[in-house]
T-cell receptor, first 114, second 115 residues
Framework: ELKVEQNPLFLSMQEGKNYTIYCNYS?????LYWYRQDPGKSLESLFV?????AVKQEGRLMASLDTKARLSTLHITAAVHDLSATYFC??????????????FGKGTKLTVNP | DGGITQSPKYLFRKEGQNVTLSCEQN?????MYWYRQDPGQGLRLIYY???????QKGDIAEGYSVSREKKESFPLTVTSAQKNPTAFYLC??????????????FGPGTRLTVT
């Protein structure tokens, strides 16, 4: 069974600081997804990482994937208050017969303080 | 504009009543999914469907039912057998055969409260 673990689950940081959120998963996969969820809202896709070594950046966020280590990181540079949200990573699980589903981590709730 | 719609946004029901949540997509996606999210928690998969007239149980299917009669629509019924139905329900879709990725696109969600 595929397990996806994020840490930390809660992160409080000051504006202007850097930090990294980690996403570890338990079985072989070369596709990983990051989503953002604002309070009371739905999930918004941030990054799609489709191969080992993939790196994507959008503004102050940068995501990377190391499939050998089964690890993805979401790095936050010079945090601002607008980045406060819950961030989820998800790994796809291609089963026998071609069934498709994503397994989500529990999410990291990020709070950026002035 | 292409997207996923869910209705209603908020739904209130009495215990013991069945209720159906709507999910429609005009993205021409093959696969559709239903998730449940409880406060402060992650997403749990209820049901998913890869093609019309076919669907599979997810991790927490008990007390729920679905149908997939049209590609665009994947309604979820929360039955009276579901013991704790109050939650935020999210519908999603994807089209890996076309895009090469299993990235899922989410609807705005339905917040169900059962008293």
């Amino acid at each position: 069974e595929l397990k996806v673990e994020q840490n930390p689950l809660f992160l409080s940081m000051q504006e202007g600081k850097n930090y990294t959120i980690y996403c570890n998963y338990s079985t072989t996969s070369d596709r990983l997804y990051w989503y953002r969820q604002d309070p009371g809202k739905s999930l918004e896709s941030l990054f799609v990482l489709l191969s080992n070594g993939a790196v994507k950046q959008e503004g102050r966020l940068m995501a990377s994937l190391d499939t050998k280590a089964r690890l993805s990181t979401l790095h936050i540079t010079a945090a601002v208050h607008d980045l406060s949200a819950t961030y989820f990573c998800a790994v796809d699980m291609l089963r026998q017969g071609g069934s498709e589903k994503l397994v989500f981590g529990k999410g990291t709730k990020l709070t950026v303080n002035p | 504009d292409g997207g996923i719609t869910q209705s209603p946004k908020y739904l209130f029901r009495k215990e013991g009543q069945n209720v159906t949540l709507s999910c429609e997509q005009n993205l021409n996606h093959d696969a559709m999914y239903w998730y449940r999210q409880d406060p402060g928690q992650g997403l749990r998969l209820i049901y998913y469907s890869q093609i019309v007239n076919d669907f599979q149980k997810g991790d927490i299917a008990e007390g729920y039912s679905v149908s997939r009669e049209k590609k665009e629509s994947f309604p979820l019924t929360v039955t009276s057998a579901q013991k704790n139905p109050t939650a935020f329900y999210l519908c999603a879709s994807s089209s890996p055969r076309r895009t090469g990725s299993y990235e899922q696109y989410f609807g705005p969600g339905t917040r169900l409260t059962v008293t």
